[in-house]
T-cell receptor
């Protein structure tokens, strides 16, 4: 079956502009995660959605970052007033949400470059 | 102290040898452990998960977990040049859902 898909694959933007990144999880997966990977910080958690529950936003680095998930499926990560330090690969993952088996499968990522 | 620690490498092994990758974690209540493989320019690919003490084998891969020592390892038997990648160790703490990653170990398999 289809894996996690993300768009765009690459995004170049100017400092101060807003960007939207999209994630479409694996069909049937109820949990969705956003991570980012940068050279200096490694792979770090941003936000987690599970069904209709309130998202876990504990990893968001600032209030410029927000995310939503519509209809329990597709998610959009929005970064407002982008800064150069936001340059990274943004990765989305999804999982079947059981109590123990939380294997997360990653999409191909969106490489964001802020000039 | 980092939550998940890995030797950055590179770990260089000859083709056909066993590659041993190690990971330690600081939070004793961690409950789920994963190994991901990441090729340069690609996203992480799940290769093993382990939840109980002991060994878990899948093909050429064996994951080993020792919760008392807070240590998890990955053995790759009959290493192939195509195994050359960065291997990321990740853990999930009890009560949480997000993965916490180590910085990864770069493996080089020499033909």
């Amino acid at each position: 079956g289809a894996g996690v898909s993300q768009s765009p694959s690459n995004k170049v933007t100017e400092k101060g502009k807003d960007v939207e990144l999209r994630c479409d999880p694996i069909s049937g997966h109820t949990a969705l995660y956003w991570y980012r990977q940068s050279l200096g910080q490694g792979l770090e958690f941003l936000i987690y959605f599970q069904g209709n529950s309130a998202p876990d936003k504990s990893g968001l680095p600032s209030d410029r970052f927000s995310a939503e998930r519509t209809g329990g499926s597709v998610s959009t990560l929005t970064i407002q007033r982008t800064q150069q330090e936001d340059s990274a690969v943004y990765l989305c993952a999804s999982s079947l949400s059981t109590s123990r088996d939380n294997e997360q499968f990653f999409g191909p990522g969106t490489r964001l470059t802020v000039l | 102290q980092k939550e998940v620690e890995q030797n950055s490498g590179p770990l260089s092994v000859p083709e056909g040898a066993i590659a041993s990758l190690n990971c330690t974690y600081s939070d004793r209540v961690s409950q789920s452990f994963f190994w991901y493989r990441q090729y340069s320019g690609k996203s992480p690919e799940l290769i093993m998960s382990i939840y109980s003490n002991g060994d878990k084998e899948d093909g050429r891969f064996t994951a080993q977990l020792n919760k008392a020592s807070q240590y998890v390892s990955l053995l790759i038997r009959d290493s192939q040049p195509s195994d050359s990648a960065t291997y990321l160790c990740a853990v999930i703490r009890t009560g949480r859902r997000a993965l916490t990653f180590g910085s990864g170990t770069r493996l080089q398999v020499q033909p």
